[in-house]
Structure formats: C-alpha cells, structure tokens
C-alpha cells in the first residue's frame, strides 16, 4: 500500500510545480499530469480531497466499484481511504481538486465540523451530482481558495478555512437535494432495505444477532454513512434507529400472534439477553412486551 505523505508529495506526482502553500492547494486538472508510478495501483493520502471533475474519462475505483465520472461530480474523501486509479484510462479531464491536511484546518471550528460531514465517507458511485448553477458556485468558490492561497499574510489562513466551511455547507445543500431529486431510487433502496430487515429477522438473527448498519449497507449496495443520511431525508431517522423500528414491528408481529414467550421472542429477533429486549420494546412502545400482548387479550 502506498502512502502519498504531503500535498508536495501529490504535486510532484501530478507533474506540479510546488504548492504556493504546504498545508492546502486548489490543482487545475487541465494542469496535471501523472507520473506513470505504481503508487496509483492502491493508495491513500494524509489530507482531505475534494474534486470537482468534469468530461472525465478516467475510471475510479473505491472499495471493489469502478465509477465513471460525468460532467459536474463532486468527490470527497478523507485522509487514509484507499483508492486506485488505472492510468490507463486516464484521456483528459477538467474540473479542479481541493486538498487540505488536517493541520491546516487545526485551531479551527472546522476542523471538527468536517468530521461531521458524512459524505467524506461515502463510495465513489455516490457522488454528488451537480446542476450548471451549482457547479458555478462550486467553481467560483474553489477559484477564490486557490486565488487566496497565493497571498500569504496574518489573513490568508482565517479567509480560506472560511470558503472552505462555505463550499462544504454548499456541498451539504446539495447532497441533500440529491436526496429529494432522486427519491424514486431512494424510495426503491427504502423498500429493499425493509425486505433485507424482514427476511434476516426471520431467518438469521437467532443464529446471527442483530444486524449491523454496516451488514445491512454491505447488503444494499451502499456505505454506511450514504444510507443513514438517505434515511434521515426520508423518514427523519438514521439505520440504526430504523432498524430498532422495524424490530419492534417485528416483535409486535410475534407477540400478537404466537404464544411465544417474551425470552424465546428476544432470542429469535437476535437478543442475547431478554431483559435487553424488554428495555428497547419498551423505550419505544411506552409499554412492556407482556403489556403489549395483554391489550390484545
């Protein structure tokens, strides 16, 4: 696995001259071009990257999924996520990539705000689809961070981890309608979602345990963090909470038409305790399971 260390490191890789500062620069992808290095084959960085690329016919892969990149994609991803890039596909391309290391934003409210974006963690086939009025803020913005990144005073710093806080709040905006352009596919990953929780509440959690956000993400065909955000627009909850849910409606199924006991219900919905289960249905529900079947006696 190689390690690009520092945005010096990445420029010397990308046929660039220095960066005007150690810490952040914006790269012209019309500017770049890449050192023929296996260093590409499998790699991560030590800083934060985000692309704006477009008519980009190179093939990313993230994880085991190639992506194609179409006209205004935004990509972002996090210091130590691997990637690879086959130079052999790579024609031309435009757009620009922002990169900034973890020590630059320090001592900043941003520092920890961007931790907090989930999209940084999303796969390459969830990028950001931008509209030609979006890519146009997104543009001007990383053309001021690299125009600023030339002018190194008391101020510089303050002034680029401010756009950079505004182009990721736009980015945030943008993922979000993302969500609600494309709610018939949204609405269709909602549906196989509550299919794969009915079948492993009735098959595999007694032998399995409860499932995991990330079992379930594996088993949609998405990551982690691109679900629960998908989630949170649709139904105002995350997976682990809708999980919960559809557990609960699971055991209300069960304690309503069976006449098993509340222990053989918490073992087969994947409890390894009983009194666990008890607690979580009646977190929910306002009252205890024994409670519940009793209302419907």
């Known amino acids: 696995m190689k390690v690009i260390q520092s945005i010096i490191e990445f420029h010397r890789l990308l046929s660039l001259p220095e960066p005007h500062h150690p810490g952040m620069s914006v790269i012209r992808m019309e500017d770049v071009t890449f050192v023929d290095s296996d260093i590409w084959q499998q790699f991560y960085s030590m800083f934060y990257c985000v692309s704006l690329k477009r008519d980009v016919t190179a093939k990313m892969k993230y994880g085991q999924q190639f992506y194609d990149y179409d006209k205004g994609v935004m990509g972002f991803t996090a210091p130590k996520q691997v990637q690879s890039l086959d130079l052999s596909t790579v024609e031309s391309s435009k757009g620009y ?63 680029i981890l401010s756009q950079i806080d505004l182009l990721l709040s736009y980015a945030n905006r943008f993922y979000e309608r993302q969500f609600i352009t494309r709610r018939n596919s949204s609405s269709d990953l909602l549906t196989r ?48 909470q809708h999980i919960q849910d559809r557990m609960i409606e699971k055991a209300k199924e069960i304690l309503s038409t069976t006449d098993l006991s509340v222990s053989e219900i918490a073992y087969r919905l994947g409890f390894e305790y009983p009194q666990s289960f008890s607690k979580v249905f009646k977190n929910k529900t306002h009252v205890t399971p024994l409670e519940f079947r009793t209302s419907f006696n």
């Open 193 to 240: 979602l509550n299919t794969i929780l009915d079948v492993y509440f009735d098959q595999r959690a007694m032998h399995q345990g409860l499932p995991t956000v990330q079992y379930i993400a594996q088993e949609i065909g998405v990551s982690p963090d691109y679900l629960s955000d998908m989630l949170r627009m649709l139904t105002g909850q995350n997976t682990q």
């Open 97 to 159: 990539v922002l990169v900034v290391t973890a020590d630059f934003l320090s001592r900043h409210p941003l520092n920890t705000k961007i931790r907090e974006y989930g999209f940084f963690s999303y796969a390459v086939n969830e990028a950001l689809h931008l509209s030609e009025r979006e890519e146009a803020t997104i543009v001007d913005l990383l053309e001021k961070i690299g125009e600023e990144s030339r002018f190194i005073d008391k101020h510089t710093q303050e002034i």
